[in-house]
Structure formats: structure tokens, C-alpha cells
């Protein structure tokens, strides 16, 4: 049996942002009976219990559960690595002073552009100077700072000003990290997906920038998987190194994996261990005897593990496919299709749909 | 890998014992690297202070045996992963 290292802690879907590309699920309403901060101890002490070592606070909008503070002390406490995945909006200094003291190690802020108006356009409310003034907050603290901005149609031809920003915070690291196509970000997919000349433009400017700032800042550059050869590992494989926990108690072996036609497994009624080693949800595709051809017979089955199951189902209504983005998938066409879409001469003009605000 | 260098962590990992797997980890924001038993003794002498070399030297008395190349090797990987950096001055 692996033991899990990460552990995704979705703590609430709330979020004072709107992004049409949030990865968060569709039925937000399903969440708002969200786990209490005793709950979320037990979890995080049953965690390190499974040899979790890497703890992510995310959301939605972690900021907005009261006890963060309390939550981050438990999770320093238990040794692991904490992380803060943040829009950064009530990142005041005192609330940051409180995470500090508490043993945050690590911030990652969002930014959705380089500037104000395609920014707040796509966040759907006024949030970049703020944002701007919260990550300036975390390296006066001595934090690590890692700036994630998510890509898309819509402002992956600003990839070098989103750089320079970034520079100017006086970032640790930056992901530039393409569109993942799960809850809001599939709905509007038609929206974000770039084009392959928008893609060829972005990677030219990253390669000049990592020379540019070598042993400065790391550019993480995140390809959007509709234009690989191969899928993504995702998740490192099946409930192998990574567990997500959704507000409500979910667990999850991947963030996207609610949507799949499995029993739910939830930590308001079984230990996590219990749910690791034995749910149907986590079992199911732990390892590789599920597979069926091409992945089967396949030399790459332990590189990508057949790509991600949720993005299997989200396709093909079967998460025990192939991933469509593999070429040697029969489903191939599912993912062509939409590249082809997203490079048709004509252009586009596709309507984004926000997700709901949820304070 | 200058063996008059000063190598320490950088300030984002954080190594500590882990008690599931009996070894020593390096945590990172986006990365767990689970060491073997020189690895962590090598950066567990990685302080700023010692030099490349001096480090070779005391894991040698300690190994008994040359490490210098493993020990610029191992480093060196690290530094790549923006774990370790090299104090020159």
C-alpha cells in the first residue's frame, strides 16, 4: 500500500473571486455544510498518522474560514509542510502576522493578469491591487512567495508582462500554469482553450525569461494537456501520493473525482486510513490492474498511468478509458476536435460563465 | 561544483525525520524528497559554514571511504531543484 504525501485540504468553496476557469465543482450549494475546525484536526492529525507530509490549504477562498489560524497551528504541529493557496483577499497584515506565528511555511498568491482591468475582468470583482498589496505583505514577513497565475485564451498573450509583474513582486517562484478542464473551467472550455499559435508564443517568451532569470526566480510552465502527445500523471497516479479532502468531508482520490459514479466516501463517517486502503473511490484505479488496452500493454503505463480518470469520464463517460488527450487513445478525436475548434481561422467569440461569488 | 563553496538549504525546503518511512525528508512547496541515509547526513552538515570540501571531508571519516564526487554530485542535482544554494563569498 503507498502512503499518501500531499494532502489537498479544500477547506471551503466560498470565494470573493468569480473566475470563469475555477476547477471547483458546479454544484457549489452541495458544500456550504462545511467540516468544523475539530473536524478538519482530526483529519490533518489522521493525515501525518498516514504519512502525509505536505499539507495545502486551498478552497474556494481559504481566508474566509475564521479558524485558518487555528487550523495552520495543528497542521505546523504535526510536522507537515503547510501551504496557503490564496487569492489573497483578506490577507491583511495582522491575518498574515497570525499565520506566521502559527507556522505557515509557504504562500502561493493567484493573479489572474498583469493588469488592473483584464484582471479584475476575469476575477469579476476589483481584487488586483489588493493582491498586489497582500504579496508585497508576504515577503515583508520572510515568507517564500509563489505567484500562480492560471492561462488561458484570454491572457496567455501577456505572458511576458505577467512575467515582469511577477518580477516586480519579487517572487520566488511563478507558475504559469495553462487550464486544467474540470467544474467551471470545463463548462467554459471553449472560452479559455488557446490556440496553437497563442501556445508557441507564450513558450518562446518563457524560454527567454528562464534564461533571463536563472537562479532569480523558477518558472514553472504548465502546458495545457489537450496539446500533448501524452497525458499527464495525474496525481502521481490513483490515490498513490496525493489525497484531497473537500469541505464537506469528501475524500477524494483526485480534486475532479466527485464527479465520478462512485460511492462517496466522506471522513464524517470512516477514518481516513480506513478510506485510503479500502474505499471503492480509492481503489478503484489504484495501480495499474485496471487498465484495459492501449494503456495496458503499454511501456509508458507507469510514466502516466493512463492520464486522469476524472478527465476519462468528463470525456467518455468511462473512467476506466484511456485519457482522450493520449494520441493512442481511441477517444482521440474528443480532444482533436477541440483544438481544432480553438484554431479554426474565423475566431471565436465565446461567452466566459462566471462562477458564482460565495462570501 | 566550486569546493570552496558554502552550500546551505534555501529557505523555502525544510528537512526533517519522517517516522513513517524511517527517512529523512526534504519539504517543499511542491515537492517531497524522501533522502537516504548519506544524503540526509550530507545536508544535515550543509549549514552555510562548512565548505563543499569541508563536508567531503568530515562524511569521509565518518564513511570511511572517498566521497568527494558523490558528495558534488548529490549537491549539485539539488542545486538544480533550487534546494540547496551555494554560498560563494
Known sequence: MPEPFGLLAELTYRCPLACSYCSNPLELAAYDDELTTAQWQRVFTEAAELGVLQCHLSGGEPLLRRDLVDLVRTAAGLGMYTNLVTSAIGLSRSRAEGLRDAGLDHVQVSVQ??????????????????KLRAAAVVKELGWPLTVNVVLHRQNVDR???IIALVED??????ELANTQYYGWAWRNRAALLPSREQLAGAEEVVRAARA?????????????????????????????RQLTVAPNGDALPCPAAQ??????????????????????????????????????SCDRRETDFGG??????QLTGDAARTDPVCHLSPDHALVTDAVEAANAPAGRDEVLVPRPHRG | MPGDGRPRLTRHVRMRFD????????????????LNPTGAD????????????????ELQARYDRVVDDEVAAFLDRLVTRRCVEIDDA
Open chain 1, 113 to 130: 493578469a498583469d493588469e488592473p482591468a483584464t484582471a479584475d475582468r476575469i476575477a469579476g470583482i476589483p481584487a488586483f491591487e489588493r
Open chain 1, 159 to 161: 505572458v511576458a508582462e
Open chain 1, 169 to 174: 513582486l519579487d517572487a520566488d517562484r511563478v
Open chain 1, 212 to 240: 533571463r532569470l536563472a537562479g532569480r526566480m523558477e518558472i514553472v510552465h504548465v502546458l495545457p494537456d489537450y496539446y500533448a502527445e501524452y497525458p499527464k500523471p495525474c496525481m502521481g497516479g490513483w490515490a498513490a
Open chain 1, 259 to 296: 464527479t465520478l459514479p462512485l460511492p462517496r466516501a466522506s471522513v464524517r463517517d470512516q477514518s481516513l486510513r480506513a478510506i485510503w486502503e479500502d474505499s471503492p473511490l480509492f481503489t478503484a484505479y489504484r495501480g495499474t490492474g485496471w487498465m484495459r488496452d492501449p494503456c495496458r
Open chain 1, 308 to 313: 486522469c480518470r476524472c478527465q476519462a469520464f
Open chain 2, 19 to 34: 517516522a513513517t518511512r524511517e527517512r529523512h525528508v526534504l519539504l517543499g512547496p511542491e515537492s517531497v524528497i524522501v
Open chain 2, 42 to 57: 550530507i545536508l544535515g552538515l550543509c549549514d552555510g559554514r562548512r565548505t563543499v570540501s569541508e563536508v567531503a571531508t
